[in-house]
Antibody, heavy 121, light 112 residues
Framework: QITLKESGPTLVRPTQTLTLTCTFS??????????VGWIRQPPGKALEWLAL???????RYSPSQKSRLTITKDTSRNQVVLTMTNMDPVDTATYYC?????????????WGQGTLVTVSS | DIVMTQTPLSSPVTLGQPASISCRSS???????????LSWLQQRPGQPPRLLIY???NRFSGVPDRFSGSGAGTDFTLKISRVEAEDVGVYYC?????????FGQGTKVEIK
């Protein structure tokens, strides 16, 4: 079965760079149509899509965050890494990674449990 | 960006009664491939989101048949035929037709 798990720091200082890793199993990022993405959710607020990487190395970013984000994949290790620069307290959120499959579902069908990142000095 | 507007934002429901959530997009969600990538997700308290419905009306694996989706173009609806206690949570519509993929604000379903 498909599983994903996020890992990374729980506390980040303002202006620092956040690096999150999504480790997955049950599928391959070499398979046509598959993508892995990142979504975040500030406490008590709605979901916000950040970035995704496709099986063919196509990468897409939220325009509002694009200048701060980099998404990379390591298919041999079944991992996807998100880096976000210049962190601010407003970036405090639970960060999720999720799986999608075009055109079968083309939405986030499997999610990790999420990791809460707090930005504070 | 495509704006997804959900109504209502809060829905108190009696157990066993139906519930309905509306989602309207600021542009048509019909993709150039002919599909409409509108989905519904449920987020129970303290849990990650869970996919309920994809491509307007397709129930995801393991989703009870009391959940149904309908709509076309820019107007979509999620219906719960008979609300159960485990349905409490926040429901989001989401579009994946246009980048950036966007979510609605969420609708909180609670028991009266």
């Amino acid at each position: 079965q498909i599983t994903l798990k996020e890992s990374g720091p729980t506390l980040v200082r303002p202006t620092q760079t956040l690096t999150l890793t999504c480790t997955f199993s049950g599928f391959s990022l070499n398979t046509s149509g598959v993508s892995v993405g990142w979504i975040r959710q500030p406490p008590g607020k709605a979901l916000e899509w950040l970035a995704l990487t496709y099986w063919d190395d196509d990468q897409r970013y939220s325009p509002s965050q694009k200048s701060r984000l980099t998404i990379t994949k390591d298919t041999s290790r079944n991992q996807v890494v998100l880096t976000m620069t210049n962190m601010d307290p407003v970036d405090t959120a639970t960060y999720y990674c999720a799986h999608s499959d075009y055109p079968t579902v083309t939405t986030w069908d499997f999610w990790g449990q999420g990791t809460l990142v707090t930005v504070s000095s | 960006d495509i704006v997804m507007t959900q109504t209502p934002l809060s829905s108190p429901v009696t157990l066993g009664q139906p519930a309905s959530i509306s989602c309207r997009s600021s542009q048509s969600l019909v993709h150039s491939d002919g599909n409409t990538y509108l989905s519904w997700l449920q987020q129970r308290p303290g849990q990650p989101p869970r996919l309920l419905i994809y491509k307007i009306s397709n129930r995801f694996s393991g989703v009870p048949d009391r959940f149904s989706g309908s709509g076309a173009g820019t107007d979509f609806t999620l219906k719960i035929s008979r609300v159960e206690a485990e349905d409490v949570g926040v429901y989001y519509c989401m579009q994946a037709t246009h980048f950036p993929w966007t979510f609605g604000q969420g609708t909180k379903v609670e028991i009266k």
